[in-house]
């Protein structure tokens, strides 16, 4: 039904989505309380975050925004600003309200910096994408696939850790979370059985809400290619003494560091 993918040039054609409903940007205790309202009782929600962009090499910044979306409201958490209160992290830790975003295990390992809560029903639409055909993994190109719209990602380099969101910042980070809502009600509808199906597997691989590590899955492809796995070892061995080679100082530093 859904082509596997799609160039720039096809995306370009189509028209802009805008997310239609009511943005909130959550950065006190009165609007937290307000967020908490909104969520109570929801199953299926949009999920996102964003980060400040570092242009220095080296630099690095930690979450500045969970975005949390329902069917005609996107809560925009300033983490940086009021932490996320009991009530959001047993949501973030309920299997029973479905968390649908991509790319979710960076997303999880950043919030869990902000917040402690174990994160258990995060469906991550690359995996379920995969079910239908479709090769493309980013939100912009799976919008443009299944719901036939041009997700705008111009504020995506903006900075997240501004006084105040601009407009623009806003609706991008609301479309963003809700979107991802939007691709997987699309897909329910179309084959309601086999997103079940994707659906299931992916939180059974959730043992007590744990998401899967980088390095879980590096083990799982070694695993599964370990000629792969020693070629990649044998190569780094070789540089390593190519590098002590050039230097001799550096087995000494090294050292150092380590202990």
């Known amino acids: 039904m859904y082509q596997p993918t799609i160039t720039n040039e096809e995306i370009n054609e189509m028209p802009v989505g805008h997310f239609p409903g009511r943005v909130l940007v959550v950065d006190s205790e009165e609007t937290m309380r307000e967020a908490e309202a909104v969520l109570q009782g929801e199953t299926l929600v949009g999920y996102d975050t964003e980060t400040r962009p570092s242009f220095q090499k080296g630099l690095k910044y930690g979450m500045a925004l969970v975005q949390i979306s329902t069917a005609d409201t996107a809560l925009l958490f300033r983490v940086k600003q009021v932490?996320?209160?009991?009530?959001?992290?047993?949501?973030?830790?309920?299997?029973?309200?479905?968390?649908?975003?991509?790319?979710?295990?960076?997303?999880?390992?950043?919030?869990r910096q902000v917040a402690e809560f174990r994160?258990?029903?995060?469906?991550?639409?690359?995996?379920?994408?995969?079910?239908?055909?479709?090769?493309?993994?980013?939100?912009?190109?799976?919008?443009?696939?299944?719901?036939?719209?041009?997700?705008?990602?111009?504020?995506?380099?903006?900075?997240?850790?501004?006084?105040r969101l601009t407009e623009p910042q806003q609706d991008y980070a609301a479309m963003d979370a809700w979107v991802c809502r939007e691709i997987y009600l699309r897909l329910q509808a179309d084959d309601s059985a086999l997103l079940a199906e994707a659906v299931r597997g992916l939180l059974q691989q959730q043992p007590e809400g744990e998401m899967p590590s980088g390095r879980k899955l590096h083990a799982r492809r070694n695993k599964r290619n370990p000629s792969g796995a020693r070629r990649r070892t044998r190569r780094k061995a070789a540089a390593q003494r190519t590098a002590s080679a050039d230097n001799p100082t550096t087995h000494l530093e090294s050292t150092a560091q380590h202990d």
């Open 119 to 163: 994160p258990a029903g995060f469906v991550d639409l690359q995996a379920v994408v995969r079910r239908w055909g479709i090769e493309e993994l980013s939100v912009k190109k799976m919008a443009a696939i299944i719901l036939g719209i041009k997700v705008s990602k111009a504020q995506r380099l903006t900075n997240w850790e501004a006084v």
């Open 83 to 111: 932490p996320l209160s009991e009530t959001i992290r047993a949501m973030l830790s309920s299997p029973d309200v479905i968390k649908v975003g991509a790319a979710l295990r960076d997303d999880i390992r950043g919030m």
